[in-house]
Every structure is written in C-alpha cells, then in structure tokens.
C-alpha cells in the first residue's frame, strides 16, 4: 500500500477544502454578520491549511495509485470532509453539537438533504449558503471536482475517480480522465447556471435561486425556508425545480453526446427511457389516487409530479404534506426512493441501469430454464454486457439489501415507529432527505442513530464498497 500518497492526495484534498470556505466568507461580508462568523470559519480554514501543509510538504516519490489506496482517498476524503465542513456551524454555535453539525455537512456533501435542524432561520446567510454549496462540491463528486482541477498523477486518478463515480460500470467521454472531469464539470456548471437564472426570472430572490440551484444541481435539497419549495407558492416554480432535478438524474455522458451531436446514443439510450417511463408511470399513478385530496387534477398533477421527481432523483425538495396521502402513493414514493436515478448523474439510489440489468436477469433465467440448451446473452445500448458485470450487480443488489436490513435492525432500537425507521434509513441510505409518512425530521434519533445514519449517507453516496473496505483490517495491510 502506498501510504505516502494517501496522506499526501489527503493533505491536498484539506487545502482544496480550506480555499472552498472563502465562499461563505465573502457571503458574509456581503451581508455583514457578525465577527463570530468569519471567526468560526476562519478557525476552520486555519486547521485545514495546517494539517493540509504538513502533510503536501514532503511529496512520495511513489505517485502511483492502485485500486486499494483509491478506494481508501474516497472513503477518507468524504468523513474527512464533512468532518471539518461541519466545524463552522460548531464554532459558530448555530449548531454546538458535533455530531448534529456532522450529519448536516454529511448530508450536504453526499447530496442527501436530510436535517436535523427544526428551523433553518437559525443560520446565518453564510452558513446557510456553505450547507447548499456542498450539495453544488458533492453533487457530481467531491474527488471528481479536485482531479479536474488537481495536477494528474502519474498513473492519472483511474482508480480514485472509479471509486467515486456511480453506476455499474464507469465509462471515460474522452480518452484523458482529467479532461473527462473538467468536461463533466462544465456541463454540470453550465446546467447549475441556466437554472439557478430561470429561478430568478421565475421570481426567487437572487439568493434563494442560487441556494435552490445548488440542491438542484447536486440532487441535495437543502432550501432557504422551513417549508420549501411551497414557501415560494408558484406552479412555474414548483415545475421549474421538477424538470430541473430530473434534468441532473440523467447520465452526464447523455448531455456531451448532445455536444458532439451523437443525438442517437443520447435519444436511444435504454436506461434514459427506463429513467422517463418509470416518472411518467408514477405521477400518473399517485395524481390519480391523490386526486381527492386537492382541488382540481391540475394541483394534483403539480404535485404528484413534483414529489415523483423529488424522490426518483433522491433530491428531496419539500411540498404537500405526503402523511395524509393514501398508502399505495406512499409505497410508490418508498420503491422510488430505492429505484434512484441514472448512473453517471448526481443523483444516488440504486439506479435504473442495475434494475434493467436484473430484470433481464431474470429474464434470461426463466428463458434458460424452458430452453437449457438455448445461449442468451444480455445487451444494454447495443452493447453486451459480460457475465462478469452481470455478477457484480447482483453482488452489488445483495449487499445492498442486507446493509438497508442491518440499519433498519440497529436504528429500529431508537425508534417504534416502522414507516419512520424503514424511511429513514432508506432516505439516509440512497441520498434522498426527508422521510415518508411523518412530518420529522432527523432530530428525533438518538446521536448513536445520527452518527450511523451519517455514514449510511457516505456510504450510499460511495455505494457501499469504499466505506465498507475502510473498516477491514485487511484494507490497512501493507501487502
């Protein structure tokens, strides 16, 4: 194991974190707070230049990076993250407890949106802008962003990028990987930009569309009021967020073929049309079992829409109180909320690829056994897609239910309420906030569940590998 380049990518990483805290800074001069403010976020930039500067000063002279020490930079980057991320809010007192401010700045990094906070107008406008703005960093990923700015190793940043990036398979748009990153960065910007304008000329103040194009973008959900996106009491606006979130659930891949005019790999893709059908199903299913309960189908439709793709896309922007609606839209909203988005898109979930390739899975199966003699094969895009990653998916489905089982098992001791556990975890664990069937939020778990919850975030965000590698004693072995 290359230890040395662990701590020295690590170090870098802190820097890069340190430079990202000048953001809230200048928001806080904008609107003159406090000097506690630019104290609390200061200490934490001074801790990150410190511990960043000790450990980027001496350079391995072994840059490569294999598959375990790039599994173990992404682990480690993301707690280390949200770890110092969550400082200001500490220092500051805005939320004095450290694993409280923990799960927040996990929640933003990992583009969750779950809160523990009652009240967001407890925080300060630059705080209160950071806490979004890591949904913008983590949106298409926290390693993503550094290696498109980062000088490349020698053997590039393959292996880091591949741990971080999600899907079944990760796939270059170009042959360099650092021009692959800054590609899908400037798309993801571009597309950050265009809504966070359509918010403004929709209405929104300047920093409110900003902040909700930040959860748009990163997929997060963290908004400027208690009551979200019905704060703002608009239909364009309601609409604008919908196709917006599911604009950045789509395969980022999707939007360069557009660039380069490929509009058949884009318009033909299998997972996109799976992705399209599975939210136009589902809002026709709930607006029609929901239509009773508001005036007019047309509202139902708004919002039945809305909370399709709020929760397909893991993003999680609140409107309408889901308690009062029958349980079959429940239900719908639960298998959404594992289902996911896209690979290769900001949101997280178990993606719409994974449950193609099961479904053909499957089929293949039942096809063998009427025809044992018959040779099947299994194509996505036109492509095959090899025994190898059909098994890999299939790994990938068992771990996944078996680590839901196991966090529902443990935070089950913190809460007797089934729907707010199993919703609970299974929102913390695919990324998406806020919890079906209750009006809670996070604050009602124990700081044992809190804490748990927070690397369920991380590790779902990662999906699952990394953070489970981390804690092997295997993982650490110098062979």
Known sequence: MNRSMIRYLLAKLLLIEAALLIVPIIVALIYGEPLKIFLSIGATMAILLVLGGIGSYFKPKDLHIYAK??????????????????LPFVFSGQIPDVIDAFFEISSGFTTTGATILNDVGVLSHSLLFWRSFTHLIGG??????????MDNAKNG????????????VFGKVVSKLKSTAQILYIIYLALFAIFALLYFL?????????????????????????DGIAHYNSSLITYLVSFGVLAFGVNFNLYYYLLIRKFKACFEDEELKGYLWIVFLSTALIAFNVFHL??????????????VANVITTTGFGYGDTVKWPLFSQVILLLL?????????????????RGIIISRIAKNQILSTLSPNRVLTLHINGAVIDKDTQHKVLKYLAVYILIILALIFIVSLDNNNFMTVVSGVVSCFNNIGPMIGT?????????????????????????????LLLFLPKTWSRR
């Open 202 to 226: 929709a209405g929104m103040p300047l920093f409110d569309s900003l902040v909700i194009a930040m959860g748009t973008a990163g997929t997060g959900g963290f908004t400027v009021y208690n």
């Open 337 to 353: 909320m594992c289902i996911g988005g896209s690979a290769g898109s900001t949101a997280g979930g178990f993606k719409v690829i």
């Open 140 to 149: 298409m990923g926290v390693l993503v962003f550094a290696l498109a700015i």
């Open 294 to 307: 508001y005036q007019g189908f047309a509202k139902s439709m708004e919002i039945s829409f809305f909370q």
């Open 439 to 467: 009006t809670d939020n996070f604050s009602i778990f124990s700081p044992f569940s809190k804490l748990l919850l927070s690397f369920a975030m991380i590790g779902g965000r990662l999906e699952i590998y990394p953070i």
């Open 157 to 168: 940043h393959l292996e880091v990028m591949k741990a971080e990036v999600p899907g079944p």
């Open 69 to 86: 020490e790039g599994v173990l930079i992404v682990a480690l980057c993301w707690i280390l993250w949200s770890f110092f991320g969550a």
